[in-house]
């Protein structure tokens, strides 16, 4: 083995360290954001003082930028399953536009400049998230303003270093402001490497985007354009005919989220949101029943009252909320399940009945629609 090979082998042990790091981090952070935005929610709505208002409201966008932090070192940490579907790219970006030209900045103009027809097998919401990070990342390099010009095309690949042979759809994301320098364009995807101050930028945005575009099996490449700017190109496989077709994006706005009625089991390890979850639960009017681990809950449900829905998190010491609602619908057949998780898995439970996933840290409204739906049938079925 030539000492290249090992500080590449080094290297990619360090990287996996820092990865599984970055990960749980990430997932203890979104738990506690989820305790913050709820208590927030619940402030907002017994408060009356303005004042007090104007400071939750500020807090809630602080939360929501700790969120999207989390959201990026989640989709670095590379460890999801993703929710993939055939999707309509030319589709995706056009329903992205106000998102592209809100992270873009109003100096920037943002144009489709061609989009050939084409469908990925992506999950559509990470390759939305790598778009915005990317407008974003032009709006810095324009900082007295530009274009930021988004293309889709279609490439057959033979044979390269980093990309298996097959078809693959490519979105171009082009700006015409300072382009990398020499070092920043060969340390570009490195984690945490930024040409910005450290206090200004985490430095993960770029190499969020090769994860997201890795995990779906394709990868990212950074180029300079013939006018000094710069062009980013995801590279993803397109999909095959045996894939579900979807059109990202179709779902109707959701409006004031509905009060549901329901007797709720919540269980989760950490009594702050077992304690918010209540109360947000009841402002929504529903009857609610606390366990902290899985065989409570277990004897809650084997001891009769009604329980019309589980609420659990997914990890927990112990039995985890998957094994629980197993166990659980052994006891109650067809017994509905919301999950929640702080990570950025896709959990899958099994037994029949309805289960839907709400994602740490998630608002009282986001709370209310999941068992809205849940309640009325319309959460997606899970065997």
């Known amino acids: 083995m030539t000492q290249q090979d090992r500080e590449g082998i080094e290297r990619a042990q360090r990287l996996d360290a820092m990865s599984q790091l970055v990960g749980r981090f990430a997932h203890d952070l979104s738990n506690l954001l989820a305790t913050i935005v709820l208590n927030l929610n619940l402030i907002e709505k017994k408060c009356v003082d303005p004042t007090a208002l104007g400071l939750a409201a500020s807090a809630l966008r602080a939360a929501d930028r700790g969120a999207s932090l989390a959201q990026r070192m989640l989709a670095f940490a590379g460890r999801q399953q993703l929710a993939r579907s055939r999707t309509d790219l030319g589709h995706l970006v056009?329903?992205?536009?106000?998102?592209?030209?809100?992270?873009?900045?109003?100096?920037?103009?943002?144009?489709?400049?061609?989009?050939?027809?084409?469908?990925?097998?992506?999950?559509?919401?990470?390759?939305?998230?790598?778009?915005?990070s990317l407008a974003e990342n032009a709006r810095e390099a324009m900082p007295r303003g530009g274009r930021l010009a988004i293309e889709i095309a279609n490439t057959r690949v033979a044979e390269t270093s980093d990309l298996a042979p097959g078809d693959y759809a490519v979105i171009a994301v082009e700006d015409t402001g300072d382009g990398p320098s020499e070092e920043a364009s060969e340390r570009?995807?490195?984690?945490?490497?930024?040409?910005?101050?450290?206090?200004?930028?985490?430095?993960?945005?770029?190499?969020?985007?090769?994860?997201?575009?890795k995990q779906h099996g394709g990868t990212a490449r950074l180029m300079r354009t013939a006018s000094g700017g710069c062009r980013i190109e995801i590279h993803l496989p397109r999909a095959t005919g045996a894939e579900q077709a979807t059109t990202a994006g179709d779902t109707a706005p959701l409006g004031r989220a509905p009060r549901p009625k329901a007797t709720v089991l919540v269980v989760d390890d950490d009594p702050d949101l077992r304690m918010v979850a209540e109360d947000g639960l009841k402002s929504l009017g529903c009857d609610v029943l606390l366990a902290d681990c899985g065989p409570t809950a277990l004897d809650i449900l084997g001891s009769g009252p009604a329980v019309d829905l589980l609420m659990v998190d997914v990890r927990m010491a112990g039995m985890d909320g998957l094994e629980l609602i197993e166990r659980a619908r052994a006891l109650r057949p067809g017994l509905k399940a919301l999950?929640?998780?702080?990570?950025?898995?896709?959990?899958?439970?099994?037994?029949?009945?309805?289960?839907?996933?709400?994602?740490k840290p998630f608002r009282a409204a986001d709370l209310a629609q999941s068992i809205a739906s849940l309640l009325s049938g319309n959460a997606h079925r899970t065997q």
């Open 339 to 359: 999950i929640m998780t702080g990570g950025a898995e896709v959990p899958q439970a099994r037994g029949r009945g309805a289960t839907a996933l709400l994602r």
């Open 188 to 213: 570009a995807f490195e984690p945490f490497f930024t040409t910005k101050a450290p206090q200004e930028h985490l430095g993960l945005g770029l190499s969020v985007v090769l994860g997201i575009a």
């Open 94 to 132: 056009s329903r992205m536009r106000d998102t592209l030209v809100r992270s873009a900045g109003p100096d920037v103009e943002v144009v489709l400049r061609r989009a050939e027809a084409s469908s990925a097998s992506v999950d559509a919401d990470q390759i939305e998230f790598a778009l915005a």
